[in-house]
């Protein structure tokens, strides 16, 4: 087991995406391949904005942290709703659908357990702000993909970033592909030079244990 070394690499990941969408880096980059010169490309900033991450462990206490350093409001979600370190409120599943219509990024870290599997459907996502933005980096099999689909055509959010799906790889007929509120990358936000770094202590730690 080494729980928390993917950390680091995952958070800085959130952080990537949440600039990435809030800065259009998709759209200007586009437009620098294009040669074209276009200031009215809309901007917006991470500060003063909500995150809301499911999931409050190692990985979410470390996107907490990151997001704190941008003045955002950061909101959790664990099972019993216990205060944890980085987070200005926690909620538990139960209130999933009540305390998600303030997020303006939600994140999910969430494992795939029974109680998590299928969690984020239609009831869920069209709670959510219309301009909201969603970050997947937990299980594929937490979102009912045929549901978050239909409201990413209806517009009831404003864009997801996915990094796992319920199979893989992504089938490359998948709509997911072609649509331009949907960034996709596959399953690598863990992914980091420093892993075996930062894994060979955790191994020596538990080999003494």
Not at 5 to 32: D, F, G, T, W
Request: glycine residues 6%; negative net charge.
């Amino acid at each position: 087991n080494s729980k928390g070394v993917h950390a680091i690499p995952m958070a800085e990941y959130c952080l990537a995406m949440m600039l990435q969408v809030s800065r259009q880096s998709k759209a200007l980059i586009e437009n620098e391949k294009a040669h074209k010169w276009d200031r009215t490309v809309r901007m917006m900033e991470l500060y003063g904005k909500t995150v809301y991450i499911l999931g409050a462990g190692a990985i979410g206490q470390e996107t907490a942290k990151l997001a704190q350093a941008f003045s955002m409001k950061v909101l959790g979600m664990n099972q019993d709703g216990r205060p944890v370190e980085y987070f200005q409120e926690m909620y538990t599943y139960k209130e999933l659908k009540e305390t998600i219509k303030e997020a303006d990024f939600v994140i999910s870290v969430l494992p795939s357990t029974e109680q998590t599997k299928g969690l984020l459907n239609y009831e869920v996502f069209k709670e959510m702000k219309r301009d909201a933005v969603f970050i997947n980096i937990g299980r594929g099999d937490v979102v009912n993909e045929k549901d978050l689909l239909k409201v990413l055509d209806e517009g009831l959010i404003s864009h997801a970033v996915l990094d796992v799906f319920e199979h893989e790889p992504l089938d490359e007929h998948h709509p997911f592909w072609d649509m331009e509120n949907v960034t996709i990358t596959p399953h690598l936000s863990g992914i980091t030079k420093n892993y075996l770094p930062r894994v060979m202590p955790i191994f020596e730690d538990n080999l003494e244990r």
